[in-house]
Structure formats: structure tokens, C-alpha cells
């Protein structure tokens, strides 16, 4: 989780890759800073705590709306692989960029829908 959606290592790995707002820098760009890396783990554990995983391991968590506002994120993707957390990342909110591969930066809520065209076109869906 670390080397991809807070350092930005592998952001081209995927179609589009979310960043924690932490307040980095990544590819000379300062991220919003929100939360401290601790609170993200909080609340990812909060996520896998208050909701089912689906058939494919994955979860999707709405924090509470004070939580939202407070961090910026209204939905966060937790995945897991037998059991353990194989990597997490917010997935909505205001204060949350994407790195979309080919393109670059989006700065407000992207449309779930163009992401799930960007991972089609790529064959990871």
C-alpha cells in the first residue's frame, strides 16, 4: 500500500492508482493533507472491521459523513488475499487525487465508471 498510493511507486501499474491524502510529494505535485498515515491505517482497519469482503476479496467502505468530511474521502477499497490486506487505497472523495496511467493527475471525484472503462481497456476487470 505504501510504495504505490502514498509514495506513488507503480502508479502506472495499474489504470489508475489512489493517493491517501497525506500531504506528500509526488512527481513534484504536494498531495492535500488531510490525515497522518496512522489514521489512514485506522480507518482501513475500521473498513475490514465494518464490512463484508465480496466473492473477489474486496471491500468497499463509506465512512461515516463527520469522517468524510474530516479526511475528504467518501469511499475507500480495501483488498484482501486469503484473509490479509493486500493493499488499500481511497477511491472517492474530495480531497482524494488519482494518478490515471496515460493521462496523469485528476483532482476531484472521478467518475467510478471511467475508472472501470480504464481497467477494461486494460484487461483487469
Do not use: C
Given at each position: 500500500?505504501?510504495?504505490?498510493?502514498?509514495?506513488?511507486e507503480q502508479?502506472d501499474?495499474?489504470?489508475?492508482?489512489?493517493f491517501?491524502?497525506?500531504?506528500?510529494?509526488?512527481?513534484?505535485?504536494?498531495?492535500?493533507e488531510?490525515?497522518?498515515?496512522n489514521?489512514?491505517?485506522?480507518?482501513?482497519?475500521?473498513?475490514v472491521?465494518?464490512?463484508?469482503?465480496?466473492a473477489n476479496?474486496?471491500?468497499?467502505?463509506?465512512?461515516a459523513?463527520?469522517?468524510?468530511k474530516q479526511?475528504?474521502?467518501?469511499?475507500?477499497?480495501?483488498?484482501?488475499?486469503?484473509?490479509r490486506?493486500?493493499?488499500?487505497?481511497?477511491?472517492?472523495g474530495e480531497?482524494?487525487?488519482?494518478?490515471?496511467k496515460?493521462?496523469?493527475?485528476?483532482?476531484?471525484?472521478?467518475?467510478?465508471q471511467?475508472v472501470?472503462?480504464?481497467?477494461?481497456?486494460?484487461?483487469k476487470?
Amino acid at each position: 500500500m505504501s510504495a504505490r498510493h502514498i509514495v506513488g511507486e507503480q502508479k502506472d501499474s495499474k489504470g489508475a492508482t489512489g493517493f491517501w491524502p497525506l500531504g506528500q510529494r509526488v512527481d513534484g505535485d504536494t498531495l492535500p493533507e488531510t490525515m497522518t498515515e496512522n489514521e489512514a491505517k485506522q480507518l482501513i482497519y475500521k473498513a475490514v472491521a465494518d464490512t463484508e469482503t465480496d466473492a473477489n476479496g474486496r471491500i468497499g467502505y463509506k465512512p461515516a459523513q463527520n469522517i468524510q468530511k474530516q479526511y475528504g474521502i467518501s469511499q475507500v477499497r480495501v483488498v484482501t488475499v486469503n484473509g490479509r490486506i493486500r493493499t488499500a487505497y481511497p477511491y472517492e472523495g474530495e480531497s482524494v487525487w488519482k494518478w490515471i496511467k496515460n493521462i496523469g493527475w485528476k483532482h476531484e471525484e472521478i467518475d467510478s465508471q471511467s475508472v472501470k472503462k480504464i481497467e477494461l481497456i486494460e484487461g483487469k476487470i
